[in-house]
Every structure is written in structure tokens, then in C-alpha cells.
């Protein structure tokens, strides 16, 4: 059987866009350290933030 992890162990990041902080996803365990945004409102907002 395996290891159980709490959301509180997860990796977390800040979204750049929104501000708010979001945790590591298991569709997200290959590419981790390409994730920007916490969500696909977000990725297509992005040009709002760098202003």
C-alpha cells in the first residue's frame, strides 16, 4: 500500500497573476517546474499581470 501524504507536505506556489498560492497536482508531477499559473483563467490573463 502507499504512502500517505497530507496537502500540507505539497509543494506550493504563487500565482502571478492572482496572487494566491496554489499546490502541487499529480497531472502536474512531470512538469512541475514549468507551472506558472494556478489555473487556465489565469495562464490567459497572464498579459494582465505584467502591466
Do not use: N
Request: aromatic fraction near 10%.
Amino acid at each position: 500500500m502507499g504512502r500517505v501524504h497530507s496537502k500540507s507536505d505539497l509543494p506550493t506556489k504563487i500565482c502571478p497573476v492572482c496572487q494566491r498560492p496554489f499546490t502541487w497536482r499529480k497531472k502536474w508531477q512531470d512538469c512541475w517546474d514549468d507551472v506558472k499559473y494556478c489555473s487556465e483563467r489565469c495562464r490567459r490573463r497572464r498579459s494582465e499581470a505584467k502591466t
